[in-house]
Structure formats: structure tokens, C-alpha cells
């Protein structure tokens, strides 16, 4: 049973900086898509950021410029590299991986201030 769990959220100011990691319990090149979702609430879980097994990434249109998707294949690590974050950031993040079936994590708060 494949196994994510997130860590790195909290509260932070506006403006401020967090990194989101999510560590996967086999190898993550197993792995052809990972990526991070976000749940707000009250609002449905949208896509944040995603990498492939070749490492393209892609992101959402309200975190271009602000977040950074990484993998570290050695460590079996995914990364979200939030800078500039803003309220509407607050939500809990979600690992995603796919391979014949999906995956996630149960999840990290993030809270940003104004």
C-alpha cells in the first residue's frame, strides 16, 4: 500500500514563505505523475502544481510565479516551494501520485495572515 504524507504546512504571514514536502513510502519513479492539490472551505480540491516522471511541470494560473513543484528521486520527496503567498493560499495541501491507481496524502494545513 503506496503511502504520502505531507508536512512543512503551518501559518505564515502574508507575503511569506513556506515549502510543502511530501514523502512517498516506495520509490517515486514508479510513479508518472505526482502533483499538489489544494482544499479551501467550502470550495471543491483544485490542482496546484504538478511533475512528471521526466519532470515537466505545470501550474495553476494563481501560483505561476509563486510556487515551485520539485521532485528529489534519491530522497523519494516531492516539494512545493510557496513564496509570496497570499490568504486566498489558506487551505490544506494534498499529495497526489499516479500510477494504475491514485494516490494521496491525508493532507497539511496552510494558513496564510494578513
Known amino acids: 500500500q503506496v503511502q504520502l504524507v505531507e508536512s512543512g504546512g503551518g501559518l505564515v504571514q502574508a507575503g511569506g514563505s513556506l515549502r510543502l514536502s511530501c514523502a512517498a513510502s516506495?520509490?517515486?519513479?514508479?510513479?508518472?505523475?505526482m502533483a499538489w492539490y489544494r482544499q479551501a472551505p467550502g470550495k471543491q480540491r483544485g490542482l496546484v502544481a504538478t511533475?512528471?516522471?521526466?519532470?515537466?511541470?505545470n501550474y495553476a494560473d494563481s501560483v505561476k510565479g509563486r510556487f515551485t513543484i520539485s521532485r528529489d528521486n534519491a530522497e523519494n520527496t516531492v516539494y512545493l516551494q510557496m513564496n509570496s503567498l497570499k490568504p486566498e493560499d489558506t487551505a490544506v495541501y494534498y499529495c497526489?501520485?499516479?500510477?494504475?491507481?491514485?494516490?494521496w496524502g491525508l493532507g497539511t494545513q496552510v494558513t496564510v495572515s494578513s
Open positions: 516506495e520509490s517515486i519513479r514508479s510513479f508518472s505523475l
Open positions: 497526489y501520485a499516479a500510477r494504475r491507481a491514485d494516490y
Open positions: 511533475i512528471t516522471n521526466g519532470g515537466s511541470t
